[in-house]
């Protein structure tokens, strides 16, 4: 393998990472598109969007262990909530994973860029108050939580995106989690998440190990040094910073997908 081709995978890894570590995601909504179109913009093989949603499931996997280390102290992690909404985006994206092995190449697009834009709307709605709400009393619905994250859960298994960037935007509007609690709550329920949608592209043979285990090394150095600057960062710039990766992610996959 060519080295200025791992030097490419290892900087889409590296800055999806810092970027997921920030604000909360596992990074795919931004290394998806990377890995589809930056490989192939500079003259190596393109990757297939099978390739890339198998390559993002086990990145992702690691990306979200290092930013739950560098988020495990200061009461932002919530249990409850970790515990309802992770466990039914597991199953959700275990199936999700499993399924995208009958869907065509166009149709994982379109999964992905639906999910895309129902993110990017929901960031836009104004959030008012969340953040004056004291972390240790923080009162959610479980049942409204898990049923959202089940369904999040098999759309993010599709495109081995773990759900994160949809998660952030729930968990902020509809659930009403203060910001720093959602971003290091949703890396762990995304780690979670990564589970099912790794094991799926794996069992089905869809992970080209060698750009993986480069993009693994990235996401292990740089999700914790955007947890730990994601802590110093006001709220509402994290949250613009979100909403900005994924209205941009989401103009991009439909103008693709509507030009073909």
């Known amino acids: 393998m060519d080295f200025s081709f791992i030097i490419t995978i290892f900087a889409i890894g590296f800055i999806g990472s810092f970027v997921s570590g920030m604000v909360g995601i596992g990074g ?26 198998g390559i993002s499931a086990v990145q992702v996997f690691f990306a979200t262990i290092g930013g739950v280390w560098a988020y495990r102290k200061g009461g932002y992690l919530n249990k409850q909530l970790i515990l309802y909404m992770g466990v039914s985006i597991l ?39 969340i953040d004056d709400i004291p972390l240790d009393q923080v009162k959610f619905n479980k049942l409204l939580s898990a049923s959202l994250a089940f369904i999040v859960g ?14 952030v935007p729930i968990m902020l509007v509809v ?25 799926g592209k794996l ?10 285990a ?25 949250q613009w ?8 992610t989401s103009i991009k996959i439909w103008f693709d997908l509507l030009v073909k």
């Open 214 to 238: 480069i993009m693994i090394v990235a996401s292990l150095i740089a999700s914790p040094l955007g947890a730990n600057a994601g802590k110093k960062i006001n709220t509402k710039i994290l």
């Open 154 to 167: 098999i759309g993010a298994g599709i495109v081995g995106a773990a759900g994160a960037f949809l998660l």
């Open 28 to 53: 795919s909504i931004i290394k998806y598109p990377m890995l589809l179109y930056i490989p192939s913009a500079l003259g190596f093989a393109a990757f297939s969007a099978h390739e890339v949603s």
């Open 91 to 129: 199953i959700g994206s275990f199936i999700g994973g499993y399924g995208s092995t009958i869907m065509s190449e166009q149709g994982i697009n379109v999964v992905y860029g639906a999910l895309a834009a129902i993110a990017a709307i929901m960031m836009f709605i104004p959030k008012k108050g």
């Open 175 to 199: 659930l009403k989690i203060p910001t720093r609690m959602t971003i290091a709550s949703s890396l762990a329920i995304t780690f979670i998440s990564s589970i099912g949608s790794t094991v």
């Open 203 to 212: 069992a089905t043979g869809q992970v080209l190990l060698l750009p993986a």
């Open 241 to 248: 910073v979100l909403a900005a990766l994924i209205l941009g």
